[in-house]
């Protein structure tokens, strides 16, 4: 892998990350902005807003990235990266709706048992934003790396004589 390879790789994270952890803010303050304490379980708890919250960011950070890269790719302004074939699906959309499946299973009860470990059963809100956004940011970044390496491995390198 070249370096340029990497290099957009981790820019394509980074923005993944940044814009994530930017949306989650702003529901944080929509869904839990007048409740202090936060509660952590229950119907309006920050345990359950972590299922819609992982779900469409993983799809997000999944989606846009494999896009992008399709497009860089399209004009051969980066090599496709040789390696294990992936079994994911070939089509953006459901490959990045599978992440978002996997992500939200796997990272919906971690979120919630680190938010129960620093916090407990009540939130405080600046506990709840920080926590809700570097959570969002870290998924976000393993997502969009995972989906630009899934693209990258699926590209279909030119075939020059």
């Known amino acids: ?13 980074v923005i993944a990350a940044v814009v994530s952890a930017l949306i989650s803010a ?3 303050f929509a869904l839990f902005g007048d409740s202090h304490p ?8 920050a345990a359950v807003d972590f299922l819609p919250q992982t779900f ?3 799809l997000m950070s999944a989606l846009v990235p494999a896009l992008s890269m399709r497009r860089k790719l399209a004009p051969e302004k980066l090599e496709a990266v040789a390696g294990k074939a992936w079994r994911l699906p070939r089509h953006p959309f459901a490959r990045s709706l599978l ?16 938010l129960w470990v620093i916090a407990g059963g009540n939130i405080d809100f600046v506990v ?4 809700k956004m570097a959570y969002s940011a870290l998924v976000a970044t393993l997502v969009a790396q995972v989906s630009i390496r899934a693209t990258l ?3 279909r390198p030119c075939c020059n004589p």
Request: hydrophobic share 55%; with cysteine.
């Open 56 to 58: 469409v960011l993983s």
């Open 1 to 13: 892998m070249t370096q340029e390879l990497k290099r957009v790789i981790r820019k394509e994270a």
């Open 38 to 45: 936060a509660p952590l379980w229950g119907a309006g708890g």
């Open 99 to 114: 992440i978002a499946v996997l992500a939200t299973l796997a990272g919906s009860p971690c979120g919630t048992a680190l």
């Open 128 to 131: 709840l934003l920080v926590t």
């Open 26 to 28: 702003v529901f944080v």
């Open 153 to 155: 491995a699926q590209a």
